[in-house]
T-cell receptor, first 110, second 112 residues
Framework: AQSVSQHNHHVILSEAASLELGCNYS??????LFWYVQYPGQHLQLLLK??????LVKGIKGFEAEFIKSKFSFNLRKPSVQWSDTAEYFC????????FGRGTSLIVHP | DSGVTQTPKHLITATGQRVTLRCSPR?????VYWYQQSLDQGLQFLIQ???????AKGNILERFSAQQFPDLHSELNLSSLELGDSALYFC???????????FGSGTRLTVV
């Protein structure tokens, strides 16, 4: 079975700072990778996903993630964060029923 | 609005009681998944239904059960409730397990 680890539990940034959230997974086969975002009081929304092809995946709201197979990583990045990016971010890994990481809480100060 | 509807949004009940959470999937999605989100356990997969049939089970307690009806809505039944069952319960739907989920807004269950 697959497992996923998000090392950063809490991240605090100022607006315009660059963001990188770590996600590492453990699985020996072909993986499906996802990042979800949960804004305060709202449901989880899919930010981006990787199944195959270009390892650099672009998602909504200016987010991107890079799949590095040799490092078993799928880190989420954004070059310049905004206050509205304050949320909980979850990495998830398949195949099959995705396993979710514990989440990273991002707070962006205006 | 994600297209996945969960009711009720909030539920407060006493220990030992039984509650039913309801989920209507996004139009066209045949799969329904139930997750429990708590501070100490994170987002835990409970159970999946596909077109009325149970497809996968995760960390679901024996006190919990679910079903999916012919109109594809699903219900999660939680019985003999304990304080530790207090959590957010999310329903998600998809066309298939590998395609990403659409989540509902969740039901916040508080057991007192």
């Amino acid at each position: 079975a697959q497992s996923v680890s998000q090392h950063n539990h809490h991240v605090i940034l100022s607006e315009a700072a660059s963001l990188e959230l770590g996600c590492n997974y453990s699985y020996g086969g072909t993986v499906n990778l996802f990042w979800y975002v949960q804004y305060p009081g709202q449901h989880l929304q899919l930010l981006l996903k990787y199944f195959s092809g270009d390892p650099l995946v672009k998602g909504i709201k200016g987010f991107e993630a890079e799949f590095i197979k040799s490092k078993f990583s799928f880190n989420l990045r954004k070059p310049s964060v905004q206050w509205s990016d304050t949320a909980e971010y979850f990495c998830a890994v398949g195949p099959g029923i995705p396993t979710f990481g514990r989440g990273t809480s991002l707070i962006v100060h205006p | 609005d994600s297209g996945v509807t969960q009711t009720p949004k909030h539920l407060i009940t006493a220990t030992g009681q039984r509650v039913t959470l309801r989920c209507s999937p996004r139009s066209g999605d045949l799969s329904v998944y139930w997750y429990q989100q708590s501070l100490d356990q994170g987002l835990q997969f409970l159970i999946q239904y596909y077109n009325g049939e149970e497809r996968a089970k995760g960390n679901i307690l024996e006190r919990f059960s679910a079903q999916q009806f012919p109109d594809l809505h699903s219900e999660l039944n939680l019985s003999s409730l304990e304080l530790g069952d207090s959590a957010l319960y999310f329903c998600a739907s998809s066309v298939g397990a590998g395609f990403g989920y659409t989540f509902g807004s969740g039901t916040r269950l508080t057991v007192v």
